[in-house]
């Protein structure tokens, strides 16, 4: 089994900055993509952010040129540094990731979310 912990939400002005963490536990082989998704309420769950295991990065357009992530392999960890933040990012935030364990198939895993409020 896997587990992702997700770390770094809170409360933040607009204009201000934050960054979640998401570790990945259990049993990893290897991790391809890595992902930050958002619900905020009464929405759908939208597609923040991603990165691939070879580093290319895509961004959903309400986010590019203020938020950033990026992924530490050694750590099974990847991160969104956010700034710039507006009261339109607030939600729930889930990583996701793809991992491969030792033996068998990838499979899609996601964290327990974690709220990011910008409110003045």
């Keep these: 089994q896997v587990q992702l912990v997700e770390s770094g939400g809170g409360l933040v002005q607009p204009g201000g900055s934050l960054r979640l963490s998401c570790a990945a536990s259990g049993s990893i082989f290897r991790i391809n993509a ?35 992530i990026s992924r ?28 491969v364990p030792p033996y068998g198939y990838q499979d899609t895993y996601w964290g327990q979310g974690t709220q990011v409020t910008v409110s003045s």
């Design 34 to 68: 890595m992902g930050w998704y958002r619900q905020a309420p009464g929405k759908e769950r939208e597609l923040v952010a991603t990165v691939t295991s070879g580093g290319s990065t895509n961004y959903a357009d309400s986010v590019k040129g203020r938020f950033t």
């Design 72 to 99: 530490d392999n050694a750590k099974n960890t990847v991160y969104l540094q956010m700034n710039s933040l507006i009261a339109e990012d607030t939600a729930v935030y889930y990583c996701n990731m793809g991992v």
